[in-house]
Nanobody, 126 residues
Framework: QVQLQESGPGLVKPSQTPSLTCTVS??????????WSWIRQPPGKGLEWMGV???????YYSPSLKSRTSIARDTSKNQFTLQLVSVTPEDTAVYYC??????????????????WGQGTRVTGTA
């Protein structure tokens, strides 16, 4: 059974570049033929797809966030990470990591993913 657990900094000061981590269990990131995504949900709004990293390390980003987003993986820890440059209050959201057995670009419906984390809240302060 694949399980995902997010962790993050919580409160983020202006212009900081926080790093969020998704720890995966039950599947190997580099060999499991999975695709690992980050999705966020601001308060009162819908899900926003941010990007994905493949089992081979290829990355794809939302065009609107591409200049500020970086997704990487640490195969020794079986984790993948999200960095978001220059956080503002508009980046306040619950950040989720998700896994899928096929490449999904832009999907904002939980049902299309095979696995979904509990989410971690990030608050960008003014």
């Amino acid at each position: 059974q694949v399980q995902l657990q997010e962790s993050g900094p919580g409160l983020v000061k202006p212009s900081q570049t926080p790093s969020l981590t998704c720890t995966v269990s039950g599947a190997s990131i580099p060999t499991g033929y999975y695709y690992w995504s980050w999705i966020r949900q601001p308060p009162g709004k819908g899900l926003e797809w941010m990007g994905v990293i493949s089992y081979s390390g290829s990355t794809y980003y939302s065009p609107s966030l591409k200049s500020r987003t970086s997704i990487a993986r640490d195969t020794s820890k079986n984790q993948f990470t999200l960095q978001l440059v220059s956080v503002t209050p508009e980046d306040t959201a619950v950040y989720y990591c998700a896994g899928s057995k096929r490449l999904i670009l832009g999907a904002t419906t939980k049902d299309v993913y095979d696995n979904w984390g509990q989410g971690t809240r990030v608050t960008g302060t003014a």
